[in-house]
């Protein structure tokens, strides 16, 4: 069975960065398309990105210009780092493997989600 | 991109039929996938692939897609049905692919 668990601090300070690592046990990280995805409170599901195969990445248009989503495969774990966070970027952050039925991609398995509040 | 609209809410009485809908651009040509996520709760697929079930959801869980509709539909409605409900599509040929709906609310009456 697979498993994922979101570390991280929970709370940021604005203009600073934000930093997460998901660990993943009972598959390998060289698969799949392991993603972040967050929840601001009260809200819906927001996309931020991926990365498949160890090594490309895709992200959300409106985030890309301050996300980097990078693997550590001998921890199998994957990070996500989003700078210069906002009070906007206060939100539940999960990490989720996601499973290519070509064309799509699902999300079977999801974290617990890691709650991240940007504030001074 | 892709826009898939949701209605806020939905209520159904206990043993009845809920019917929560996902509309969107020729969405019957995509593969829609739906998650249930109860509050303080990670989000958990209930359909993929327009109406295929993981194991260990009831089957009480279906879904159907065509035309500019998809709808996850639940037979037999339970209190522990009412959650927020999430349909997902992917689409592979922009740079955005992944869409979640807004979500909908189900409330058992």
């Known amino acids: 069975q697979v498993q994922l668990q979101e570390s991280g601090p929970g709370l940021v300070k604005p203009s600073e960065t934000l930093s997460l690592t998901c660990t993943v046990s009972?598959?390998?990280?060289?698969?799949?398309?392991w993603s972040w995805i967050r929840q601001p409170p009260g809200k819906g599901l927001e996309w931020i990105g991926y990365?498949?195969?160890?090594?490309?990445?895709n992200y959300n248009p409106s985030l890309k210009s301050r996300v980097t989503i990078s693997v550590d495969t001998s921890k199998n774990q994957f990070s996500l780092n989003l700078n210069s966070v906002t009070a906007a970027d206060t939100a539940v952050y999960y990490c989720?493997?996601?499973?290519?039925?070509?064309?799509?991609?699902?999300?079977?398995?999801w974290g617990q989600g890691t709650l991240v509040t940007v504030s001074s | 991109s892709n826009v898939l609209t949701q209605p806020p809410s939905v209520s159904v009485a206990p043993g009845k039929t809920a019917r929560v809908t996902c509309g969107g651009n020729d969405i019957g040509s995509k593969s829609v996938h739906w998650y249930q996520q109860k509050p303080g709760q990670a989000p958990v697929l209930v359909i993929y692939?327009?109406?295929d079930r993981p194991s260990g959801i009831p089957e009480r869980f279906s879904g159907s897609n065509s035309g500019n509709t998809a709808t996850l539909t639940i037979s037999r409605v339970e209190a522990g049905d009412e959650a927020d409900y999430y349909c997902q599509v992917w689409e592979s040929t922009t740079d955005h692919p992944e869409v979640f709906g807004g979500g909908t609310k189900l409330t058992v009456l």
């Open positions: 990365i498949y195969y160890s090594e490309s990445t």
């Open positions: 009972g598959d390998s990280i060289s698969s799949h398309y």
């Open positions: 989720a493997r996601g499973v290519l039925a070509f064309p799509t991609v699902y999300f079977d398995d």
């Open positions: 692939n327009d109406s």
